[in-house]
């Protein structure tokens, strides 16, 4: 069980919730460090890092970051009248999409589709915020403090460690 008194099927909500946000976390850890030298493979064809090819990958970088800023309230005011899972579900899709994006720019040398995939994962990058929106549906209020510090550790801790 979690942290305070929860009946079992919440638990197993918490326990689903976590484990997706884990592996949304391992996925972002596991993209990142290979970024540069796409990003560079694609502009200049060489595999030496350059500057220019990292002010590309801060600019699609802080792209997902803008747009996660512009729409993640509306998917928490969203997700607070039709429940948390199906936009949970857009966020898997979302980044999946996204990541897709980023493969067809690696593969035909352009950077464009990289820019359109960290916009569409940043517009439905709301994985985190929901996960623990339902992290706190799910818990006593003695409990809600542990098991926000269990999610936050399980989710991000394991994936960048």
Same mark, same amino acid.
Request: net charge positive; glycine share 12%.
């Given at each position: 069980?979690?942290?305070?008194?929860?009946?079992?099927?919440?638990?197993?909500?918490?326990? /689903?919730?976590?484990?997706?946000?884990?592996?949304?976390? #391992?996925?972002?850890?596991? *993209?990142?460090?290979?970024?540069?030298?796409?990003? =560079?493979?694609?502009? /200049?064809?060489?595999?030496?890092?350059?500057?220019?090819?990292? #002010?590309?990958?801060? *600019?699609?970088?802080?792209?997902?970051?803008?747009? /996660?800023?512009?729409? =993640? =309230?509306?998917?928490?005011?969203?997700?607070?009248?039709?429940?948390?899972?199906?936009?949970?579900?857009?966020?898997?899709?979302?980044?999946? *999409?996204? *990541?897709?994006?980023?493969?067809?720019?690696?593969?035909?040398?352009?950077?464009?589709? #990289?820019?359109?995939?960290?916009?569409?994962?940043?517009?439905?990058?709301? #994985?985190?915020?929901?996960?623990?929106?339902?992290?706190?549906?799910?818990?006593?209020?003695?409990?809600?403090?542990?098991?926000?510090?269990?999610?936050?550790?399980?989710?991000?801790?394991?994936?960048?460690?």
């Amino acid at each position: 069980a979690i942290c305070g008194k929860a009946a079992p099927r919440k638990a197993q909500g918490f326990a /689903t919730v976590t484990v997706v946000a884990m592996l949304y976390f #391992m996925s972002v850890a596991l *993209a990142i460090p290979s970024m540069p030298k796409l990003v =560079n493979q694609i502009l /200049t064809g060489k595999d030496k890092v350059t500057s220019s090819s990292q #002010m590309v990958l801060s *600019a699609l970088l802080a792209t997902d970051g803008f747009f /996660t800023f512009l729409t =993640n =309230n509306f998917w928490g005011t969203l997700s607070d009248r039709y429940g948390r899972k199906p936009f949970l579900a857009l966020s898997a899709l979302g980044i999946a *999409a996204g *990541a897709a994006l980023v493969s067809v720019g690696a593969h035909i040398g352009a950077v464009w589709p #990289m820019f359109v995939g960290a916009a569409v994962d940043g517009c439905t990058s709301c #994985m985190f915020g929901i996960g623990q929106a339902y992290v706190s549906d799910v818990s006593t209020p003695q409990a809600l403090g542990g098991n926000i510090g269990l999610f936050l550790g399980i989710a991000a801790g394991v994936s960048f460690t």
